[in-house]
């Protein structure tokens, strides 16, 4: 007989002989694999749980794994706005803005009009704005409803707006045309929330300003890796001849 476990000792001296019988039939992670556990489920027959015939309780572990983003994976705003990644560019290639500051993500502008949700404009205006910092001189008319505590705020500021009584037009207008200036006393980004980008491949400005600004952007569990679907030879369709589908 094999060495036992610490813990088959205890169940022998807790059950005596009857544990020679025990089995651990216990579902373990594969072996190379990692991850953090996110939730533990407990299904049971007397919550009236279903569960399949001859199982009386079922524990579910969800365990996530961290993988890198790739194309093909799904990423959301806040807004409704969400898409599938086309491709990955290094960061040489990106566009950048004229003090050289790349970009980290480039939205397609159908994206707005499609859904109609400017929600995600006027977040990422702000997102500039606060994260710019501002100082608004004087006393305009667009000033007037701000406290006296927003008159002015430093880059990397906190700000958060009611969710229906949110900036209106003419303050965010009014805000990115106060931004302050980078550290080479330079302003990035125009008045209407547009800066000059250029092309990291060749160099050269875009044609038109584009609209430049910070938002949370997060990742959907729509990931490639679990929707990937190829097959061999198998069923077609009679009328169509095409396959039948699915992913088993």
Request: net charge negative; with cysteine.
């Amino acid at each position: 007989e094999t060495e036992l476990t610490p813990e088959e000792r205890l169940l022998r001296a807790i059950f005596g002989e009857k544990a020679r019988e025990v089995r651990d039939t216990s579902l373990k992670v594969p072996h190379g694999e990692s991850g953090k556990v996110i939730g533990i489920r407990v299904f049971s027959r007397e919550d009236d749980d279903e569960l399949p015939a001859g199982v009386n309780e079922l524990v579910r572990v969800y365990v996530a794994q961290k993988r890198k983003i790739s194309d093909g994976d799904k990423l959301a705003g806040r807004h409704g706005n969400k898409g599938v990644i086309g491709k990955i560019l290094p960061v040489e290639d990106m566009p950048f803005l004229p003090d050289g500051t790349p970009v980290d993500i480039i939205l397609n502008t159908h994206g707005v009009p499609r859904r109609m949700n400017i929600g995600q404009i006027l977040e990422t205006h702000l997102g500039w704005v606060a994260k710019s910092g501002w100082n608004i001189e004087g006393s305009p008319d667009w000033a007037a409803s701000l406290p006296k505590e927003l008159q002015s705020a430093e880059p990397n500021a906190i700000v958060s707006t009611p969710v229906f009584d949110g900036a209106r037009e003419a303050e965010l207008q009014g805000l990115l045309s106060c931004t302050l200036p980078n550290r080479d006393n330079e302003v990035m980004v125009n008045g209407d929330g547009k800066a000059v980008l250029f092309d990291g491949r060749s160099g050269e400005p875009f044609p038109y300003p584009v609209t430049v600004g910070f938002m949370y952007i997060m990742k959907l569990h729509h990931l490639v890796d679990d929707k990937i679907h190829a097959r061999s030879t198998g069923p077609y369709s009679m009328i169509t001849q095409q396959p039948l589908g699915g992913k088993a």
